[in-house]
């Protein structure tokens, strides 16, 4: 499920001097319900949902030389996916291994992934918890796309993550997308019966 919000008028970081915030009637005409009253009484600052798993990284270019020179400095902010960070054990597949871990494993789980997707490293703590839980009855893997692309070929792979399943080397199901843990643990729950 995604929010969405509406625009706020923001105030820019700047080391030289503190930019006027925007006025109270100005934010409340656009949003009521994010402004509350600062401990002075004042109002003017939104609050905003708790989102986990997301922070904004904010990068400061050459802060020491701009501040001696008195050049003015932009900020510049990003999302940043804090999963990046998380340890995944899930071990690699690629073209060379494919046959004898997939092709040949009982109930096999491959995670198609890349380095560069945002969703992708939100997924993998999942997949590792999916691994740890079903220890024995399935194996987990994850297949770098961009170094294997002739199997994400073969497997008509367009949209990463794309997790797979297969049973005795025959494909049973796909889901596409960061889907909720419950949505993988049905999915494999289908197959783990059988």
């Not at 997301?54 to 932009?74: D, E, K, M, N, Y």
């Not at 494919?98 to 992934?113: A, P, R, T």
């Not at 294997?148 to 049973?167: E, H, N, V």
Request: aromatic content about 6%.
């Amino acid at each position: 499920m995604a929010a969405v919000l509406e625009s706020l008028p923001a105030p820019r970081a700047s080391l030289f001097r503190r930019p006027s915030p925007p006025s109270a009637s100005a934010m409340l005409a656009v949003a009521p319900s994010l402004v509350s009253a600062s401990p002075d009484g004042r109002r003017g600052r939104a609050i905003f949902p708790e989102i986990r798993g997301l922070r904004i990284g904010v990068r400061h270019p050459r802060i020491a030389s701009a501040a001696i020179s008195r050049r003015p400095v932009t900020v510049r902010g990003r999302i940043v996916s804090e999963a990046q960070k998380t340890a995944i054990e899930v071990p690699g597949v690629t073209k060379s291994t494919w046959q004898s871990l997939v092709m040949e494993g009982d109930l096999v789980l491959v995670e198609f992934w890349a380095p560069w997707c945002g969703p992708c490293r939100i997924i993998h703590p999942t997949i590792d918890e999916l691994s740890k839980e079903y220890k024995g009855k399935l194996k987990c893997f994850k297949l770098n796309t961009d170094e294997s692309p002739d199997i994400a070929t073969q497997y008509g792979i367009r949209s990463i993550p794309t997790i797979m399943i297969f049973k005795n080397g025959e494909k049973k199901d796909a889901i596409i997308g960061a889907v909720p843990k419950t949505t993988l643990t049905a999915s494999i729950e289908k197959f783990c019966k059988r």
